[in-house]
């Protein structure tokens, strides 16, 4: 038991460090532009999230954690926070990339009234920016690459949403079941 707690203990503290791997948003953005065929929503899209990093980890109960910018049409409107809490089969810690694009006004809308939530079936597209790296998709497909810039993935949107993750480091066995929490604070004029 004594471990277990000093386990949940240090993926909490991954959690909140994530925000020190935090990369810039421009570069963020500029990864999710290069990787396949998450660069065609930014064109198509109403508006998006990013988070540059995101922390999570867990051993049986696990936790995440990420702050992000929202855009409506390519222009910085607020601030969001994601957090996360899963129970199940799970064991580890990983810091990833996040972006949820909204496909309309009411997807956008809907996301950015306060308190949002994905459940179980929402599905994220992972890019895999090289045959090493292991990474698990959720109904949805994603192939190795030799880079970023060319990876080549399989998206479309859902309910008006589309997410996709780029593993940025660590190892992460999860079996869970688990929904991101989001909340929204528009930008202080």
Known sequence: MKRAVEFLVGAALLCWAAAGWAGSYSDTETLFKNAGESSAFFQSSYGYAVFPTIGKGGLVVGGAHGSGHVYMHGKYVGNTSMNQVSV??????????????????????????????????????????????????????????????????????????????????????????????????????
């Open 88 to 189: 199940g089969f799970q064991a580890g810690g990983q810091a990833y990339s996040q972006i949820i694009f909204f496909e309309d006004k009411r997807a956008f809308d809907e996301f950015t009234r306060g308190d949002f939530e994905f459940g179980a079936d929402v599905n994220a597209v992972a890019i895999t920016a090289s045959a090493g790296a292991g990474v698990g998709t959720t109904g949805a497909s994603a192939e190795a690459s030799g880079g970023m810039k060319d990876a080549r993935t399989a998206g479309k949107y859902y309910k008006g949403i589309a997410v996709f993750t780029i593993v940025k480091g660590g190892a992460m066995y999860q079996a869970a079941v688990a929904g991101q929490k989001f909340s929204y604070k528009p930008r202080a004029s």
